[in-house]
């Protein structure tokens, strides 16, 4: 399998080199679409209308604000409307889905699209997929992707350290954390990376990927800290990186 990544960093201007949050997995299935990652995947070479799968973490602006163009490109792109446009995503994805259609325009209401709010496991494509409730909002989504070979990827959208992370990333081939805060400007709802790092170690995960750091922690050794817990294999996401696992 492998992870093309698309956004690893903030909504903070100063961040500008770095798109918001966006890992397209196998080219095929897409996690959450912040901005720059409409861009990010033209860049790639990868239109829209190739993309059948979206998996959304929550409604937070960084996360999801590119589904839009998103969308209107796949719509201006196809010939064929009825080919499915399936997103998958908290509780709540119905109720905001509506709600953007009505600012967006009448076009939405003629791309076909499929939209499962998910609580349980399920399967998509060559994927089996199980979420869990993090705690970042109520309803907010991590998940744990095992693919083609069995090979595991997890994802932890925006967190705070919890049990519910160790369990749904236990021996993940490749483990993507959010890292986006340091020791002393911590605030709730988001991880350091040495958290990410003590989630890594008592799970057992192959590979650590830190991402989503804010500028503050860009600045430290965020990788040092995190491998003062884990000692496997560590990387600092960055746009553009394709893992392969």
Known sequence: ?????LGSGTIIQSDYQRNCSGYLIDRSLLIDCGPGVWKSLGASGISADKIHTILLTHFHADHISDLLPFMLARYLSLQDQTTELRIYGPVGLKDWFYHLGMVAGSWMSDLKVKLNEVTTAF????????????GHTDNSLCYRITGPRNRVLFYSGDSDYNETLIRQALQADLCILEASNTVATKIDGHMTPALAGKIARKAGVRHLVLTHMYPEVLAIDAEREAASYFDGKITLARDGTNVIF
């Open 1 to 5: 399998m492998e992870c093309l990544i």
């Open 123 to 134: 399967s998509v494509d060559a994927f089996d997929i199980s979420p869990a409730v993090t």
